[in-house]
């Protein structure tokens, strides 16, 4: 899907391209990429590269255009994994500036007509939007990273009472979008930094916003590298605390054998074919019948003192 804006956020959609026009394209087909390359200008190999589900963040800069490839947290509609992350590629020339992702984002929602429509001035500047949308990715990441130390609770809280591995496999996955978050800031991380000792941030509220960007960049990364270290202790933890409740239930079915076995043993002695007394004795059925409950009883009191079962 493409669409074209006037300015940066979205705010008067255009029917063709004009000078310092907002380009946002998102889920492109055959034909659009086509006409990315034919009618924009773009080179392939750029838009193949964001196009690409593991592309690192980089900066390009070229005679006709610049290229700023970020890294971008998304919801993952498939059992696989809660989040992952995907490149979002910005192309910036003297016409226009044109975003480019693989699929929709939060960063830069398609369906909504204004990402930026809380700002009340209209945004101009390339380099301001960029860095509006590093500033966006990062209040993102750390909105999902709330959302994973949310669900890695409950697993907790389910975790105590199981013997199962359900559990340790949603905590594994969760820590698979902490690997994946965690890389992925890393990257943003040197783009920005690129970014902030190039020549092109030539004005002071860019330079604040770079700032703002980088410290939202790292608190993230922090946030993430806490998470990971935690969720890896509650893995080593839990994985034992399983192993513990298996243990449990294994010896409270041996000591359950043990009680059964008793009036087996005995039935079995008296129903040997051999003479043993009570044969010939009427009561010998209700005496043996008890006296087996009463061994048994007293098997469960000596094991319940001993705190076996």
């Known amino acids: 899907m493409i669409k074209i804006f006037k300015t940066f956020g979205g705010y008067v959609e255009i029917p063709k391209v004009e000078k310092g026009c907002w380009i946002n ?35 390009e800069f070229d005679d006709d255009w610049s290229l700023v490839i970020m890294r971008v947290p998304v919801e993952n509609s498939n059992n696989t994994l809660p989040y992952i992350t995907i490149p979002l590629g910005i192309f910036m020339t003297e016409s226009f500036t044109l975003t480019l992702c693989l699929q929709s984002n939060e ?6 007509p204004s990402p930026f429509r809380e700002q009340y001035k209209e945004i101009t500047d390339g380099f301001n939007f960029i860095l509006r949308l590093f500033l966006r990715s990062g209040s993102t990441y750390l909105r999902y990273l709330k959302h994973i130390n949310q669900q890695a609770t409950i697993i907790e809280h389910d975790l105590e009472k199981s013997i199962k591995n359900k559990e340790l496999n949603k905590l594994l996955k969760l820590e698979k979008c902490l690997v994946y978050f965690i890389t992925s800031i890393k990257g943003n991380e040197i783009v920005l930094a690129k970014l902030r000792n190039s020549k092109k941030i030539n004005t002071e509220i860019n330079e604040d916003l770079i700032e703002d960007a980088i410290i939202e960049n790292r608190q993230a990364m922090e946030m993430a590298q806490i998470y990971s270290d935690i969720q890896n ?20 079915l041996t000591l359950i054998s043990i009680i059964l076995m008793i009036p087996t043993l ?32 007293l098997s469960v009191l000596l094991f319940r003192k001993r705190r076996w079962l």
Not at 35 to 58: S, V, W
Not at 233 to 252: A, D
Not at 266 to 295: H, K, Q, R, T
């Open 25 to 59: 394209v998102t889920q492109p087909t055959r034909e659009e990429i086509n006409r990315l390359t034919d009618e924009f200008k773009l080179p392939a190999d750029g838009i193949q590269d964001i196009l690409d589900a593991d592309e690192r963040p980089r900066v």
């Open 107 to 112: 960063i830069l929602p398609i369906e909504k």
């Open 233 to 252: 202790g509650m893995m080593e933890s839990f994985s034992s605390v399983i192993s513990n409740n298996l243990n449990v239930v294994i010896k409270q």
């Open 266 to 297: 005995i039935a079995s002695l008296f129903g040997m074919n051999i003479p043993n007394s009570f044969e010939d004795n009427g009561y010998a059925f209700p005496v043996i019948v008890i006296a087996s409950i009463i061994i048994s009883f």
